[in-house]
C-alpha cells in the first residue's frame, strides 16, 4: 500500500488481481458506466497489469482499494489521459456490489485525490458520469467536483441516448495561512 486511512488502503494493481479484475471488468451491469462494449479475457488483463498500469508511460494507472482490516480487495480506482504537461487526469472508480453504500468510495476517493494534488501536483481532475448514476454525482460532489459540461446524447442504451455530465476539481495555489494546507476550488 502506499496511502491509507484508518479503514482502507490504496496501492498499485498487481498481476495476482488479475482474477477480481477479471471478474469487475466482465460484470455486464457495470459496462454501461465504464465505457465496456466487449468481455475482456484474463489474459488481457495480465497484460494489462504487466505492461500498461504505468501513469508515466502509458497514462494511466489502476490502483486497488484494500480494507485495512481483511487486506480484502473490495474496488478500484483508474486515473487515467494523465496529461503532465497540463498537470490534470480523469477519474474513475469502482466499488465490488457487496462493499456499496459504507463510505468506502468516498475515503477511497479523498486518498486518490491527495495522492493526485499533493504527491503528483496536479492542476484539475475531472471525470464523466451518466445522468442517470445520482450516486457517483452526489460522490464527487460531495468531494468538491462541480458539474462543468453536459454532453447531450452521448451514451446509447437500451432505453435510449443519455447524456453525460462533466465534473471537475482544480487545485487552487496552497493557503500558507492555514498551516500550509492546500484547498481546492470547483470550477465554474
Not at 21 to 43: C, H, K, Q
Not at 49 to 59: A, E, H, I, M, P
Not at 65 to 90: F, M, P, Q, V, W
Request: hydrophobic residues 35%.
Amino acid at each position: 500500500m502506499f496511502i491509507r486511512n484508518d479503514t482502507i488502503s490504496l496501492r498499485c494493481a498487481e498481476p495476482e488481481d488479475a482474477p477480481l479484475i477479471y471478474r469487475w471488468e466482465n460484470d455486464r451491469s457495470v459496462w454501461r458506466v465504464s465505457g465496456t462494449i466487449a468481455p475482456y479475457t484474463l489474459f488481457h488483463i495480465e497484460q494489462f497489469l504487466l505492461n500498461n498500469n504505468d501513469l508515466t508511460s502509458q497514462k494511466q494507472l489502476r490502483l486497488m482499494i484494500d480494507l485495512n482490516s481483511t487486506k480484502e480487495s473490495i474496488g478500484c480506482i483508474d486515473i487515467y489521459d494523465y496529461d503532465a504537461l497540463n498537470e490534470r487526469a480523469k477519474i474513475g472508480i469502482l466499488i465490488d456490489e457487496a462493499h456499496r453504500h459504507q463510505g468506502y468510495a468516498a475515503d477511497a476517493l479523498s486518498l486518490c485525490l491527495e495522492y493526485l494534488f499533493h504527491d503528483l501536483m496536479l492542476h484539475q481532475v475531472y471525470c464523466v458520469i451518466d445522468e442517470m448514476n445520482i450516486e457517483s454525482q452526489k460522490l464527487f460532489e460531495g468531494q468538491g467536483f462541480a458539474l462543468c459540461g453536459r454532453r447531450k446524447d452521448w451514451i446509447k442504451t437500451a432505453e435510449g441516448f443519455r447524456d453525460v455530465l462533466e465534473y471537475q476539481l482544480i487545485r487552487n495555489t496552497p493557503n500558507t495561512s492555514a498551516a500550509g494546507s492546500s484547498t481546492f476550488r470547483q470550477h465554474r
